[in-house]
């Protein structure tokens, strides 16, 4: 897929704006009364469910192993979640954002 610079610049735009007013309806979700897991349950089951649609194919055919990593990553990620969550009924949704990108700098600092 080749995109145009004003394409691929679009597309980056609107995944900034989908990720930074995902913050807003989490705050908003959380401040109305939802429990932090159950709005994080639903939104992974929402999710499970896209990536089984597109990938079920490479899914049916995983190892073992394959399957044992990628519940481990998928147990941390949710983990990370679920804190991020609980974090933004104390702070507002630009400070959790604004956190929450500074991994781009920190994961720098780590050797791999």
Not at 14 to 42: C, D, E, F, Q
Request: include cysteine.
């Amino acid at each position: 897929m080749h995109l145009h610079k004003s394409q691929a610049n679009g597309l980056l735009l609107l995944a900034a704006l989908i990720w930074g007013t995902s913050y807003t309806m989490i705050k908003v979700t959380t401040r109305a009364g939802m429990p932090a897991g159950l709005l994080n349950g639903i939104r992974g089951a929402i999710f499970l469910a896209l990536v089984y649609g597109f990938f079920h194919r490479q899914i049916n055919h995983m190892t073992r192993t394959e399957f044992k990593l990628g519940f481990a990553i998928g147990f941390f990620y949710f983990c990370v979640i679920q804190l991020q969550t609980i974090g933004l009924k104390f702070t507002t949704p630009s400070n959790s954002a604004f956190l929450t990108a500074s991994y781009v700098v920190m994961v720098r600092l780590f050797p791999g």
